[in-house]
C-alpha cells in the first residue's frame, strides 16, 4: 500500500496503486450501472494521468473498453494522440481492439492483471476477435475489399496537402 512519504513507495507499491485505483473505478461502474467488469489507468511521469472503467453500457457503445475509454480521455487531457511517454495498466488482458488502441496511441507498456481466458471463463469472452485474427475463424465478418474507387484513394494526397506541416508516419513494412 502507498504510504504518505511519495520517495519510499516502491514500483511495485505504485503498480499495486494502479490496478486499485481502476478496479475501484471500475466497481463504481458497475455499481451505477455503466460499465462491465474492466477497468484501466494511464501513467505519465509517475502521475496518474486518468483511471477509468468500460463504460459500454452508459453509453451504448461496444467500443468504450476501459483501455479506450483511457486512451480517449488520458489523450484529451493532454491534449495528444500520442500516449508514448505513458504506460497503460488494465485490469484484465486487452482484447485485439484495445492492443490496437494502444499501439496506436504509441503505447510501449502494458501491464495487465487478469488474463483473456480468466476473461473467458468469467462469461467475457474476446476468443472471437483472437480467433478471427489468427486466421482461425473467419465466420465472424466477412471483408470485401472494393477497388478502383478514385475517390477513395485521393483521399490520402489530400490529407498531406491539407497539412504539410505533418509527416507520414514511418512504415515499418
Ligand atoms: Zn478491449
Known amino acids: 500500500m502507498a504510504t504518505d512519504d511519495p520517495y519510499h513507495h516502491t514500483q511495485e507499491d505504485m503498480m499495486d496503486e494502479y490496478f486499485e ?9 458497475m455499481h451505477r450501472g455503466i460499465g462491465g467488469p474492466f477497468g484501466a489507468t ?4 509517475g502521475e496518474v494521468v486518468v483511471t477509468v472503467g468500460n463504460r459500454q453500457l452508459g453509453e451504448k457503445d461496444p467500443s468504450q473498453h476501459a483501455e ?3 486512451i480517449r480521455d488520458a489523450c484529451k487531457a493532454l ?29 510501449t507498456d502494458c501491464y495487465f492483471a487478469s488474463t483473456s481466458a ?27 475489399h472494393v477497388g478502383n474507387r478514385e475517390d477513395c484513394d485521393a483521399l490520402f494526397p489530400t490529407f498531406w496537402e491539407l497539412h504539410p506541416d505533418l509527416t507520414p508516419a514511418p512504415s515499418l513494412a
Open 118 to 144: 480468466d476473461a473467458d471463463a468469467a462469461g467475457f469472452t474476446d476468443l472471437h476477435l483472437r480467433r478471427f485474427l489468427r486466421g482461425e475463424d473467419s465466420s465472424v465478418l466477412r471483408l470485401h
Open 42 to 45: 494511464i501513467i505519465r511521469g
Open 21 to 29: 485505483m481502476a478496479a475501484r473505478e471500475t466497481l463504481d461502474g
Open 68 to 70: 479506450m475509454v483511457a
Open 79 to 107: 491534449d495528444t494522440l500520442d500516449l508514448s511517454d505513458c504506460t497503460i495498466y488494465a485490469t484484465c488482458e486487452p482484447c485485439p481492439m484495445c492492443v490496437g488502441a494502444i499501439i496506436w496511441a504509441g503505447i
